[in-house]
């Protein structure tokens, strides 16, 4: 979808979503108002720890479904679950464990290659390896963090991803949020795509960095803020930018979408900007041997100035990685907090992900890494074709393991989640404030795991719910996507 920021629902779904926020707000406020003139306050004296307005969405609205989120579990993620079953919702009480579990088809993991569970290779090394040298190094990797495993580790991962060198963290997250704001600064441009993850707004908020963002996978509208930004120069001064930095995504988590990168390539090189790809759902799940979408569309990773990915999707694991030029990342290891002071990745944590690179790149003398990719795209645009065929409305490109479903509505959010759950599957609902106020979703993740006979029951399923709880939008000749 070029030029997309989020979707348009039908005229009637559109009418009745509008219509529901307006009732939870007013009656949200209502209570509350109520509640000040009513209900004493219980420190006086003191300011309010937080304003009223600042959790208004938090104790109206999430409180009332927030048993459709943060669901505890008692296995590994593998195809299938065990999902603890907790007490129904009272208030802002905390939901209480009954005791009970409910087997689940999981289709709410990022376990793509289906790592994260017990496998053949992968799980006897990374035993071995924590008789050997423990849970944790409980030291960063400038101080005493460092093991022969960890040097062994970069040169995997730079090998994997085609990169000159890496720099490892222990959080996916911190990756963005810690390293953008050590390559851009004040006096630098950042020109992000609308629908980035929350790491790279937090990273790009961080770095005082002058920030504009061009319509999702809108390359026309990407071209024409570099070519104005080159012109006007910076603010007030119409000085030269220090630099200009493109950020994208290979997998966009809440699309399912990839980005255009032979297209975003070509203006990066014609405008001389620097590009910095997040691979962090795409690497090991894109391309016939996981080398995400540089693989996938044909660039060369040496192309990218800065390529991100994490190990907490695909490879079963935890952390991220930066990669890129060895200039660039002997100067990130020295400017980069999270290398200098956050404790660096344990030891399992880095055996779980060279072994599962071993497996994808054929170094256990099997031919199961290759396997689980071809598995994983079979299964991913199976599912997504018989879900469109039944009629809902799905985001996302061919061999993406990630595919929304259109729910609209926030009073779909609950009913599709319980129901679904009830049925025996464990899925991710998503609305507003993470997507925009008209575009809840239900979202999928496919995995290599799951079996042909789990995705038809699947789909069974989801066929019942999604007729009772009116989902089927894709039927209506209504739905549009609206372009900005």
Known sequence: MSGVDHVQPPFAAAFTTLATWMFFFLFGHLRDLIRKRFVPRKAKGYAPIRQDYEDFYTRRMYYRIHDCWNRPISSAPDAWIDVMERSAPRGQAALEVTGTTKRCLNLSSYN????????E???????????????SMCSSRLAAGTTEHHLAFDKEVAEFVGCEDVLTFGMGFATNSVIIPALVGKGCLVLSDSLNHASIVSGVRGSGAKVKVFIHNDVAHLERLLRDSIAYGQPKTRRPWKKILIIVEGIYSMEGEMCHLPEIMELKK?????????????????????GGVCEHFGVSP???DVMMGTFTKSFGSCGGYIGG?????????????AHCYATSMSVPAVEQVISAMHVLRDKDGSSRGPAKIRQLHDNANYFRQK????????????????MPVMLFNPGKISSTSRLLFERG????????????????????????SHS?????????VLDEVSSVCLIKYARSPQVTHLIH
């Open 112 to 119: 793509y290659l289906g790592f994260a569970a017990a496998d």
């Open 425 to 448: 599957i464990a899925m991710v609902v998503v609305g507003f404030p993470a997507t925009p106020l008209l575009s809840a979703r239900a979202r999928i993740c496919i995995s290599a």
């Open 270 to 290: 014609r405008y001389k900007a620097y590009l910095f790809l997040d691979e962090a759902h795409s690497i090991g799940a894109v391309g016939a041997h996981g």
């Open 302 to 304: 040496r192309d990218v």
């Open 387 to 402: 879900l469109q065929s039944m009629g809902c409305f799905v985001l996302g490109s061919s061999d993406s393991p990630v």
């Open 452 to 460: 042909r006979e789990d995705l038809d029951w699947a789909l069974q």
């Open 325 to 337: 030029p060895r200039a660039l990342i002997q100067c990130l290891r020295r400017m980069g907090p």
């Open 121 to 135: 290779y992968c799980t006897p090394r990374v035993q071995e390896v924590l008789k050997q040298y423990g849970a």
